[in-house]
DNA sequence: ATTCAATTCCGCCAAG
DNA sequence: GGCTTGGCGGAATTGA
């Protein structure tokens, strides 16, 4: 799933963020954020971030404010990354083609860079036929919309994203989070990742594979519901935790429990736990030389195996490969 | 990879 | 009467 794991090359890798009007600001600013803020262990800037329009001139945004980039579009001719935010190109957005100046833009992005669109910047994405035949998502209310300029693109709305490899998309404004998120943690494992979500005070991990649609999707400030159940569960992932053992912390029944669970996390309870768990394996992997069979223990998977199948089914590279990748120095 | 028992998920629905 | 609860059971997933 993620082929693009830590980066050899000294330089910073680069990102371009494309205003492409009206840019939706909160799209735009995210990507800047997240990798702007991503320092590596000997404190190096691991992302040059840059934002690039038609020429330098103030780009309109739907709310009423304009954005002024730094670059016109020489700032694609060498990137690595290009981030399309969401916006209301009228080409992509009313008739499925890719008009005026995005033409000459995208033609200047290198063929190797890697392609990412947050919300609506998906109909930009395509509108240059990169997404046909592949899978891809959007901001959930523009589905529909989508489905018809765009029928060959395999759109599942009902994620925060997707990720096929070169190219990755995202729902609506926050999922672009957790999207700037999971490259980061593709790109230089989860410390880095962490230390950003810390930094942006955000939830380091929501994965793509997650629902759009999560009834509540603030926790109640008093944690009368799963809230605190979930922090404890965080403390005893070593422990087995059967569902009834959850219930029981929550002083509920197990179905209305995991109801519960779902409308508050977009996620059932064994999901969750697995997710926590492999997170967890992850980190002992990057930052410990503990042998497999350990992690798996301290982590709450039981057995090497266990950890090999989820480790497997959500980076797609097995344990020791992992550790190899993110602890290059460890052999 | 395949199998298999145990566990979990979740629509349904009667009861608060 | 709308709303939540929680037991039931077939389908799906998990872990070995």
Same mark, same amino acid.
Request: hydrophobic residues 40%; charged residues 20%.
């Given at each position: 799933?993620?082929?693009?794991?830590?980066?050899?090359?000294? #330089? @910073?890798?680069?990102?371009?963020?494309?205003?492409?009007?009206?840019?939706?600001?909160?799209?735009?600013?995210?990507?800047?954020?997240?990798?702007?803020? %991503?320092?590596?262990?000997?404190?190096?800037?691991? /992302?040059?971030?840059?934002?690039?329009?038609?020429?330098?001139?103030?780009?309109?945004? @739907?709310?009423? /404010?304009?954005?002024?980039?730094?670059?016109?579009?020489?700032?694609?001719?060498?990137?690595?990354?290009?981030?399309?935010?969401?916006?209301?190109?009228?080409?992509?957005?009313? #008739?499925?083609?890719?008009?005026?100046?995005?033409?000459?833009?995208?033609?200047?992005?290198?063929?190797?860079?890697?392609?990412?669109?947050?919300?609506?910047?998906?109909?930009?994405?395509?509108?240059?036929?990169?997404?046909?035949?592949?899978? %891809?998502?959007?901001?959930?209310?523009?589905?529909?919309?989508?489905?018809?300029? /765009?029928?060959?693109?395999?759109?599942?709305?009902?994620?925060?994203?997707?990720?096929?490899?070169?190219?990755?998309?995202?729902?609506?404004?926050?999922?672009?989070?957790?999207?700037?998120?999971?490259?980061?943690?593709?790109?230089?494992?989860?410390?880095?990742?962490?230390?950003?979500?810390?930094?942006?005070?955000? %939830?380091?991990?929501?994965?793509?594979?997650?629902?759009? *649609?999560?009834?509540?999707?603030?926790?109640?400030?008093?944690?009368?519901?799963?809230?605190?159940?979930?922090?404890?569960?965080?403390?005893?992932?070593?422990? @087995?935790?059967?569902?009834?053992?959850?219930?029981?912390?929550?002083?509920?029944?197990?179905?209305? *429990?995991?109801?519960?669970? #779902?409308?508050?996390?977009?996620?059932?309870?064994?999901?969750?736990?697995?997710?926590?768990?492999?997170?967890?394996? #992850?980190?002992?992997?990057?930052?410990?030389?503990?042998?497999?069979?350990?992690?798996?223990?301290?982590?709450?998977?039981?057995?090497?195996?266990?950890?090999?199948?989820?480790?497997?089914?959500?980076?797609?590279?097995?344990?020791?490969?992992?550790?190899?990748? *993110?602890?290059? %120095?460890?052999?």
């Amino acid at each position: 799933m993620c082929k693009n794991l830590a980066m050899t090359t000294r #330089r @910073p890798h680069r990102v371009t963020v494309l205003a492409v009007p009206e840019v939706i600001g909160y799209d735009l600013s995210i990507p800047p954020q997240v990798f702007g803020s %991503a320092i590596s262990a000997t404190g190096q800037q691991l /992302y040059e971030i840059r934002i690039a329009g038609l020429d330098r001139s103030p780009v309109a945004t @739907p709310h009423g /404010y304009q954005i002024a980039p730094s670059h016109g579009l020489e700032a694609l001719d060498d990137a690595d990354t290009v981030i399309i935010p969401g916006n209301r190109a009228a080409g992509p957005r009313e #008739r499925g083609t890719l008009d005026g100046w995005l033409v000459e833009a995208f033609e200047r992005i290198p063929d190797t860079a890697r392609l990412m669109s947050i919300c609506t910047g998906a109909f930009t994405l395509a509108a240059t036929g990169r997404l046909d035949g592949r899978p %891809a998502t959007t901001h959930w209310a523009y589905a529909s919309q989508f489905r018809v300029l /765009y029928p060959k693109v395999l759109l599942d709305e009902s994620v925060l994203y997707v990720d096929d490899g070169d190219v990755l998309t995202s729902a609506g404004l926050s999922a672009g989070m957790d999207l700037c998120l999971h490259v980061l943690r593709s790109d230089h494992g989860i410390g880095v990742a962490n230390a950003v979500a810390r930094h942006c005070v955000v %939830a380091a991990w929501r994965d793509g594979g997650q629902s759009q *649609f999560i009834d509540r999707p603030v926790p109640e400030p008093d944690g009368g519901t799963t809230a605190s159940t979930r922090a404890w569960a965080l403390h005893h992932l070593g422990e @087995p935790l059967s569902l009834a053992d959850l219930a029981d912390h929550a002083h509920h029944s197990v179905r209305t *429990f995991s109801r519960r669970f #779902r409308a508050e996390t977009g996620m059932s309870p064994s999901a969750w736990l697995i997710h926590q768990r492999v997170q967890h394996a #992850r980190h002992l992997l990057e930052v410990t030389d503990l042998p497999i069979e350990q992690v798996a223990l301290d982590s709450g998977l039981g057995s090497a195996a266990t950890l090999r199948h989820h480790l497997g089914r959500s980076v797609g590279v097995a344990p020791l490969a992992y550790r190899r990748t *993110f602890q290059p %120095a460890a052999h």
